[in-house]
Each structure stands twice: as C-alpha cells, then as structure tokens.
C-alpha cells in the first residue's frame, strides 16, 4: 500500500526527477527487501554466473554505480548497472524521459548521460554485493573512435565486475546502431575481447542489440557471437517503433520501453535461440511486467530475464514478485530448475 501510495507521488512529478528522487530513497535504505528470492527451482546458471534466480535488473537504472547494494536487497538475482563511457558526458537535452501512462511504457533519449568510467569503476570498486553485477559499456558522443571507448572501459572497469555487455544498440547516440553490422562489429568486438583477455579474470561478455533487426541482420549477429566467442546475448534495446500506441507523448524521440514492446523483442529472442540452438545463452528484456511474461521470455529461448520500466508502475517490490510468480509457474508446470523450461515455447512465436 505504502509503495502504491509513493510511486502515485512520484508520477505527479517529472519522470527523470521522479527517477532521481528513487535514487535517493535507496541511497537512504528505503523500499529494499531482503536480499534475491530463492528457491531451489530459481537456481540457475547465466554464462558461468550462479544466480539465485533469473530476474535481473537491466541497465539505466543506476546508470552511475550509486546504489547497488541497495537494489541487491530488491529481490534481483543479478544487476546491471551503466552505461559508462571513457568520459562523462551530460546526455541529450531535457526533457529527455517520457512516461506513456496510457501505454504502460516510457520514452528516452538520454543519450548516454553518466559521469564516466572513473567514477563509476571507484564505487564499483568499493562494492559488497551478494549477487552478480555487470557493467554495460558504451562510447561517448564525440569520440573519433567507437569502438575502441568500449573496450577502453572494460579494461578500466572489467576487475570490478562480474561481467560487461557491449551496448550497440542504444538508439540515443547518433549512429551508433551502425556498429550493428557484421564487419563493424566484429572489428568491435575483437577489440573488446583482447581488452577482456588482459583482465586477471576473464569475465563473461554479453551483446546488447536491437528489436528492429531483420531476419539477416539477426542471423548475422548469431555468427559473429559465435565466432568471437561471446558469453551470451542481450534481446533487446528499445524499439524505435511507435505502433498502437495511445499516449500524447507517442511521437517523441527516442527509443520505446515497457509493454508495447513485449512481443516485438520476445520474436526477436526466439529467433535468435532458433539460431544458436543453445551455444549462446540468451537474456530477455523488454516488456517484462509480471511473472508471466518472464516464464514467456524463458520459454522463448532465454535463460534469464531483465526488467526496468515496468518497475515505473509496479515499484521495486516487482523483481520479487515476478520472481516468486515464476517459481509458482515452474512447479505448475512441473519443470525442476529454469533451465530445463528454456526454449520449450519457442515455437509459439516464430
């Protein structure tokens, strides 16, 4: 009730003032629980990663390191925190958040907006967490070389987390989803991975890419994270789509989050899980609301999930709640871990 009544006070405010205001309240202790749910059925491996569950908490949130230990106390089985970028930089102009009530979904621009790999590596640095967390690496604005600002974070930050995903898929900073294409990224990504074979521990490096992706461009992108040895992908980004939506902030710019973007990026993992038939886990993101969507998502192909707008409606408390739900939906079904639900719905939506 107390939740209900603060994020129906957070909505009467400016939606990245509101997400700043949340920072805070974690900064202070408030609103976490008691750690990840666990049960033996939630137990699961991700890219090497145990987790105590599959609900994870996807980038942007806490873009600059400041309150993961707080949100490992939410109920999330791992975190991702970022993006970072060699420099800080402010982001795109304000306003750059839209909330679509009406949609259960959110627009942003923000551009990469973070206070840089510096900062973000200190507090990483001085971390106790429970559960695992990663760093999504991004490129600043003005660089005169992308791809090599992504790897350059991995080696400043890499010995403070448990993973990194490379970011080419934010559609905030211009011409960046170019990266996308096959020679581009695979220039990217050996950079990335000669940086990661310098780290003291190899750690696992995930691909974050697009829902707005063709059927080639996808198969594309199963082989060159095949060929450069990646730890897993991440399906997906924000859509640049608009289709069906009802709210008057519809024709923003930037890129859309929440519910309209469920099925969009849940067709998208199933094919690429049709595509690498298991040589690569999957994480799925986008649209994640309740427990069923996130069984959804994992019997599309994904091992593990990420939520993030729809945390704007439900509140921290959600990743328990889904996490508990799917636990519920496993024994239901009779499946004894995660893993062995995953893929078992694939077909349903190719």
């Given at each position: 009730?107390?939740?209900?009544?603060?994020?129906?006070?957070?909505?009467?405010?400016?939606?990245?003032?509101?997400?700043?205001?949340?920072?805070?309240?974690?900064?202070?202790?408030?609103?976490?629980?008691?750690g990840p749910v666990r049960t033996p059925r939630l137990k699961t491996s991700l890219a090497g990663m145990e987790l105590a569950n599959p609900v994870g908490l996807a980038a942007g949130f806490d873009k600059n390191a400041e309150v993961v230990g707080p949100l490992a106390q939410a109920g999330f089985g791992f975190i991702e925190v970022g993006a970072a970028t060699p420099r800080p930089q402010p982001g795109n102009p304000k306003p750059r958040l839209f909330r679509l009530t009406e949609d259960q979904a959110a627009i942003n621009r923000f551009g990469f907006n973070n206070e840089g790999m510096d900062v973000i590596a200190k507090r990483l640095r001085s971390r106790v967490v429970?559960?695992?967390?990663?760093?999504?690496?991004?490129?600043?604005?003005?660089?005169?070389?992308?791809?090599?600002?992504?790897?350059?974070?991995?080696?400043?930050?890499?010995?403070?987390?448990?993973?990194?995903?490379?970011?080419?898929?934010?559609?905030?900073t211009e011409k960046l989803r170019d990266l996308q294409g096959r020679a581009a990224l695979s220039a990217l990504l050996a950079g990335v991975m000669e940086a990661r074979s310098e780290l003291r521990?190899?750690?696992?490096?995930?691909?974050?890419?697009?829902?707005?992706?063709?059927?080639?461009?996808?198969a594309e992108i199963?082989?060159?994270?095949?060929?450069?040895?990646?730890?897993?992908?991440?399906?997906?980004?924000?859509?640049?789509s608009r289709d069906g939506l009802k709210s008057p902030h519809k024709n923003e710019a930037g890129g859309l989050s929440g519910q309209p973007l469920f099925e969009k990026s849940t067709r998208v993992l199933a094919r690429l899980s049709e595509l690498l038939d298991g040589k690569v886990p999957l994480v799925g993101v986008g649209g994640v609301g309740?427990?069923?969507?996130?069984y959804a998502k994992i019997r599309a192909g994904?091992?593990?999930?990420?939520?993030?707008?729809?945390?704007?409606?439900?509140?921290?408390?959600?990743?328990?709640?889904?996490?508990?739900?799917?636990?519920?939906?496993?024994?239901?079904?009779?499946?004894?871990?995660?893993?062995?639900?995953?893929?078992?719905g694939r077909g349903d939506w190719l």
């Open positions: 009730m107390l939740e209900r009544l603060v994020l129906a006070g957070m909505h009467r405010v400016d939606p990245e003032r509101a997400h700043g205001l949340a920072i805070g309240a974690l900064k202070l202790g408030l609103g976490t629980g008691n429970g559960v695992p967390v990663g760093l999504n690496l991004g490129a600043n604005k003005d660089s005169k070389d992308r791809a090599k600002d992504f790897a350059t974070v991995l080696r400043h930050c890499g010995p403070h987390v448990d993973f990194a995903t490379v970011n080419v898929s934010s559609p905030n521990t190899a750690i696992p490096v995930f691909l974050k890419i697009a829902p707005d992706l063709d059927d080639d461009a996808l199963a082989e060159v994270a095949l060929e450069a040895g990646l730890a897993g992908i991440i399906a997906t980004n924000t859509t640049l309740s427990a069923e969507q996130a994904a091992s593990a999930v990420q939520i993030y707008t729809a945390m704007v409606y439900g509140g921290l408390s959600l990743a328990g709640e889904i996490a508990t739900g799917l636990d519920a939906l496993l024994e239901r079904d009779g499946f004894a871990t995660v893993a062995d639900a995953v893929g078992t």
